[in-house]
């Protein structure tokens, strides 16, 4: 079974090695555009995930005491309310 699997290898080294020569030199050219353009749209997304995810408020904090200030939220319906025109329906008509 040793000597099968040996064999098996050198034939497959053999074939490798014929396939690499038989390519041609315009393939080869192409396939290293490809694989070198390949490469950008990889690192556009890399840098687009980490300013989406501002990755850098982890490095760079805020400078200075500048704490965030607490919103303060109006009822909604206290709000109406004072805005409500409270004049008649009447004095409007005329």
């Known amino acids: 079974m040793h000597e099968l699997m040996k064999r098996i290898k050198l034939i497959d080294e053999r074939v490798f090695e014929a396939m690499l020569d038989r390519r041609h030199p315009s393939a080869d050219r192409l396939m290293r555009m490809l694989t070198h353009l390949g490469g950008a749209p990889f690192a556009i997304l890399f840098v687009g995930l980490m300013m989406t995810f501002r990755i850098g408020r982890f490095f760079f904090p805020r400078p200075g005491n500048s704490a965030r200030v607490k ?3 109006v009822d909604a319906w206290t709000e109406a309310g004072r805005r409500l025109d409270t004049g008649d329906s009447t ?4």
Not at 91 to 94: L, V
């Open 91 to 94: 004095e409007q008509n005329e």
């Open 71 to 73: 919103t303060t939220y």
